[in-house]
């Protein structure tokens, strides 16, 4: 999965470069659209997996902030 996630990031990073180097081209049409997309794949793709790959096998309430966390870290200023 951290391969999938590598190759998809260069991927992106090639898209907005490319998308930048059609802009100086003259050819803007063209360049917002590369642009679009690689903004677009980072936030609705690469996003995704980055934080499936991070949260997984974590538990989410050791994470919030619920009256047991609250009362453990009291305890743990008291000491």
Do not use: C, H
Not at 38 to 63: H, Q, T
């Amino acid at each position: 999965m951290n391969t999938v996630m590598k190759v998809l990031g260069v991927a992106i990073l090639i898209a907005i470069g490319a998308g930048f180097y059609f802009r100086i081209q003259d050819n803007i049409l063209l360049g917002d659209r590369l642009i679009g997309i690689g903004v677009l794949a980072s936030a609705f793709i690469l996003m995704p997996i980055f934080l499936y790959v991070r949260w997984k096998g974590k538990r989410l309430e050791d994470y919030t902030l619920s009256n047991k966390n609250i009362r453990r870290m009291q305890e743990k200023n008291q000491d």
